[in-house]
């Protein structure tokens, strides 16, 4: 079963067109990837899945729910899309706990287990603001998971990691597929397209194409 379908998709700003008619879908139970160099449309594609952008042409659906006729902006998935403005002068799970909070009842030992998972320290006071690159990418990927949705949509979850890091989080990517999640990213690196993903697709200029695995 589908369950991000993308058809026919064209996306236009300022007489250019970044998505050109882009189709792609992303299986239930899956890793779907989508590799491409900084510009290429990746993060533009996300964004329409998700709503925050509205697409000139094409159909975009989640589920078997249209974007926007269905939904404007997508609620149900865990998202990356960009780094998320984090209260500088607070902790990672003071972050987390105000962001969980807006849809849940406080559950801080959750949220100290989610941390955890990511490889973040849950009762560390530590203030974002002083949190590295990585780390920070860490908070993020805690965010996207801390809600336990059923699709999650990564744009370059890998990046500001280190080697390390990397390793940290392709192992519990595939441990979330393992559990039933639908994943759906991007990267620039190949290796986390070949490790992770169970089909692929390549972005360059707004086109897209299939990469065999």
């Known amino acids: 079963m589908d369950t991000i379908v993308v058809e026919n998709v064209v996306k236009v700003f300022k007489n250019q067109e970044v998505l050109k008619n882009v189709s792609m879908s992303c299986k239930e139970g899956e890793i779907c990837g989508i ?125 500001g990691l280190d080697k390390k890091g990397c390793d940290d989080i392709r192992a519990l990517l595939l441990d979330l597929k393992r559990k039933g999640k639908t994943i759906l990213m991007s990267s620039h690196n190949k290796g986390d397209i070949d490790i992770l993903c169970d089909r692929a697709y390549e972005m360059d200029n707004g086109v897209i194409s299939n990469i065999e695995l």
């Open 35 to 159: 590799i491409g160099h900084n510009g290429s449309g990746k993060s533009v594609l996300f964004k329409c899945i998700c709503g925050f952008f509205k697409t000139d042409c094409g159909e975009i659906h989640v589920r078997g729910k249209k974007a926007g006729r269905d939904f404007d902006i997508l609620s149900e998935a865990g998202i990356i899309i960009e780094g998320p403005a984090y209260l500088g002068y607070l902790s990672g799970i003071d972050n987390l706990e105000l962001l969980y909070g807006i849809r849940n009842r406080k559950d801080t030992e959750h949220l100290h287990t989610i941390m955890n998972l990511v490889g973040l320290d849950g009762k560390s006071r530590k203030r974002v603001s002083k949190y590295s690159m990585g780390m920070k990418q860490r908070l993020s990927i805690a965010q996207a998971i801390m809600e336990d949705h059923d699709i999650l949509i990564l744009d370059e979850p890998m990046n």
